[in-house]
Each structure stands twice: as C-alpha cells, then as structure tokens.
C-alpha cells in the first residue's frame, strides 16, 4: 500500500504562524534596507551637484509617492532593528517556548508600525 500524503508540508496545508512571518520580513526589509541605503548615499552624491539637483530630490520627497517610500523605508528600518534585538535574545539562549515566540513576533510588528508613527510625528514637529 502506497502513501500518498506529502513527505514535507506544502503551501496548501502549512498553517503560517508570526514566527515565519516575521521572519520571512526580515529577509525581506533586509533586501529593501540594503536598497535604501544604496538610493541614500546616491541622492547624497546628487546633492553635491548644486542647488537645482536639491529642488528635484525636494519635490520628489514632497509628493505623495516620495513621502509612502520615505515611511516604506522607515518602517523597514524599524522592523529590521527590532527583529535584530529579537534574534540577538534568542542567540543568548532565551525567547525559545512557543508563547515567547508569539509575543516577541507580535512586538517587532507592532512596535515597528508604534516606531514608523513616532519618527512620522517627530519629523512633523509633534514633539
């Protein structure tokens, strides 16, 4: 008599749990960091090239598009640093039971979105 089931779980009946999520997002925000910093130190060197070249990068950054990539790029900083805290506690030995897994997963996302909102307000002035 054959097996038929699966010998590893597949996309069609892997339940996902914030483990894995928040993981996957790290790879993730770590390529869209490395992107950032590229397109950064690449508007730094634009910027050298006079006053005109500052008044197009300011324009960009003042529309809509260039203020959801600036909060984009915020929030992905933000979830990297806080995933990073995450992983250095686990390679201490801690956060391995399945509640402590759960709640640090739950922080990074949350506090990642709690940080974006802070530099958002602070950048406008709020504080």
Not at 41 to 46: K, R, Y
Not at 53 to 73: A, H, T
Not at 107 to 114: C, D, L, M, T
Request: proline share 2%; glycine share 8%; aromatic share 14%.
């Amino acid at each position: 008599m054959e097996n038929k089931r699966p010998l590893s779980p597949h996309i069609q009946i892997y339940r996902w749990h914030i483990s894995s999520l928040v993981s996957i997002s790290h790879r993730i925000t770590g390529i869209i960091n490395i992107i950032a910093i590229t397109l950064i130190c690449f508007l730094a060197c634009v910027l050298m090239l006079g006053e005109e070249s500052f008044k197009i990068i300011e324009i960009f950054f003042n529309s809509v598009f260039g203020k959801f990539i600036i909060l984009g790029i915020t929030w992905s900083f933000s979830f990297q640093i806080l995933s990073e805290i995450r992983h250095l506690v686990m390679d201490l030995g801690y956060g391995f039971e399945l509640k402590t897994t759960k709640i640090t997963g739950l922080v990074v996302i949350v506090g990642s979105v709690i940080l974006t909102i802070l530099f958002y307000l602070i950048g406008k002035n709020f504080f």
